[in-house]
């Protein structure tokens, strides 16, 4: 069974542009999560999805949103970069959420200058 | 403020032994949790979920506590080996199940 995916692997952008990762989930597993990973702050939780609906959030803005579709892959987009949104995106799938075994992506690697 | 503390940054041992992490958390209430493993450059890899009605979890080498008077998850790896070496994460949910915590995490180096 393939794992999960994440594209792109490397991001480098500009400070006030968007950016939009993307995550194909390991079949059958209707359950994708987003994390952020920085060497300040560690790995912090952006957002759950399941069944296309947004079902648990955390403690990040409005420009971090994210939406899930019909084959159960996610995309997570960012608006108005920041020089502090420099981190690791790391997302992972599960067959029923957050109180289940999660599997980790590889990650995306953003940069913003 | 709600916090979840690993010990030490860093930890080394001598190949064979065991090793011991630990996982403090105040001001949470979760109902179950979780460690994981993360080499440099990759995602992290589960290992354990232990929920809070159970005192011990074992898999392989592996052992995972979790007290919750003490608000305390104890992680073993018995034997080490070299191949151990990597840095472990100890993450929680906040009782409602809604959000997701992970630990500062504890580098472990195994010293062949």
């Known amino acids: 069974k393939a794992g999960v995916t994440q594209t792109p692997r490397y991001l480098i952008k500009t400070r006030g542009q968007q950016v939009t990762l993307s995550c194909s989930p390991i079949?059958?597993?209707?359950?994708v999560s987003w994390y952020q990973q920085t060497p300040g702050q560690g790995l912090q939780f952006l957002f759950e999805?399941?069944?296309?609906?947004?079902?648990n959030k955390g403690n990040f803005p409005g420009r971090f949103s994210g939406r899930q579709f019909s084959n159960s892959r996610s995309e997570m987009n960012v608006s108005t970069l920041e020089l502090g949104d420099s981190a690791l995106y790391l997302c992972a799938s599960s067959l029923v959420g957050l109180v289940d075994e999660q599997f980790f992506g590889p990650g995306t690697r953003l940069t913003v200058l | 403020s709600q916090k979840i503390e690993q010990n030490s940054e860093a930890l080394n041992i001598q190949e064979g032994k065991t090793a011991t992490l630990t996982c403090n958390y105040t001001?949470?209430?979760?109902?179950?949790l979780q460690w994981y493993r993360q080499d440099p450059g990759r995602g992290p890899v589960f290992l354990l979920l232990i929920r809070e009605n159970e005192k011990e979890k074992r898999k392989e080498r592996l052992k995972v506590t979790f007290d919750t008077t003490l608000k305390q998850s104890l992680f073993h790896i018995t034997a080490s080996q070299p191949a151990d070496s990597a840095t472990y994460l100890c993450?929680?949910?906040?009782?409602?199940?809604?959000?997701?915590?992970f630990g500062t995490g504890t580098s472990l180096t195994v010293i062949p």
């Open positions: 993450a929680l949910d906040d009782a409602t199940g809604n959000q997701f915590y």
């Open positions: 001001n949470y209430s979760p109902a179950y």
């Open positions: 079949s059958g597993h209707r359950s």
């Open positions: 999805y399941f069944s296309e609906t947004q079902r």
